[in-house]
């Protein structure tokens, strides 16, 4: 198959980008609140979650560990992004 990648774009994940929407809601938090522990405003949150702002490879991949931890025990990362060091806390 003949690579068709661009230069410069970002490689598509192999199962889609993280949903924020899902996330928050396995979570139990607020938009307000997963923004902060990941370092984004509340209105780009919003955003992620209508699909109106693409997510930049970064945060999809900040989404992807914080989804698996979160697979393993929702309850104990919920706490620990809402502590003072939001998403520092879950290494």
């Known amino acids: ?3 068709t990648h661009l230069p410069n774009t ?3 994940l ?3 980008p993280p949903d924020p929407g899902s996330i928050r809601a ?3 938090l607020t938009q307000a609140a997963m923004a902060a ?3 984004v405003t509340p209105n780009t949150w919003a955003r992620w979650e209508r699909r109106t702002l693409a997510i930049h490879p970064a945060y999809q991949l900040l989404l992807d560990l914080i989804e698996q931890k979160a ?3 929702a309850d104990r990362v919920a706490t620990r992004l809402q502590a003072q ?3 520092r806390n879950l290494w």
């Open 85 to 87: 060091d939001g998403i």
């Open 10 to 12: 970002p490689l598509p």
């Open 14 to 16: 192999p199962y889609g």
């Open 37 to 39: 522990a990941v370092g």
């Open 71 to 73: 697979d393993r025990d």
């Open 26 to 28: 396995l979570l139990g």
């Open 1 to 3: 198959m003949l690579n």
